[in-house]
């Protein structure tokens, strides 16, 4: 679900878009995403976390430190990879933050603290419905996000 959509714009309408820039992203043509990496420090560890978070492990391949973790019905997936140089850290507001749809985020956030996943903050509302955030002890944020008050976006 792009930016656009998220605010109930059209894939193909955008806010403020010049015809250079409109030609620009005919020129790209974003078809999805493809995978998410985030970087860890220990790949046992992060993959125990993750699967905690309800990611199914895809592959996994500890010579290269590196796993792939299933996002639904979807190739793409959520990469982990060990980097020497990250350490655990607290997440920065202004971190990066991927989000993943859910059918209900207040459920997922009770299944999660229930798990002993520590929350970043309750469940907060969001154009579309509702948001629940952690952060892994490296710092990465995964936000659970549904579709609640804008079901016409939602997948089905």
């Not at 193909?12 to 998410?36: C, I």
């Not at 970087?39 to 990611?55: H, I, K, M, T």
Request: zero cysteines; a negative charge.
């Amino acid at each position: 679900m792009s930016d656009n959509q998220s605010v109930g714009l059209s894939a193909d309408q955008s806010v403020g878009q010049s015809a250079g820039e409109a030609a620009a992203g005919q020129a790209t043509d974003l078809l999805g995403f493809d995978n998410v990496l985030l970087p860890v420090g220990d790949l046992d560890e992060a993959v125990g976390f993750y699967e905690r978070l309800g990611f199914p492990v895809s592959a996994r391949i500890d010579e290269i430190g590196l796993a792939i973790l299933k996002v639904g019905k979807e190739m793409p997936g959520v990469l982990l990879r060990v980097e020497d140089e990250v350490v655990r850290q607290p997440p920065p507001w202004a971190s990066p933050r991927v989000w993943l749809e859910v059918r209900d985020a207040r459920a997922a956030g009770r299944a999660l603290d229930a798990a002993g996943v520590k929350l970043l903050a309750p469940p907060f509302s969001v154009a579309t419905g509702w948001t629940v955030e952690v952060a892994d002890p490296w710092g990465n944020v995964v936000g659970f996000t549904d579709y609640r008050k804008r079901p016409e976006l939602a997948r089905s």
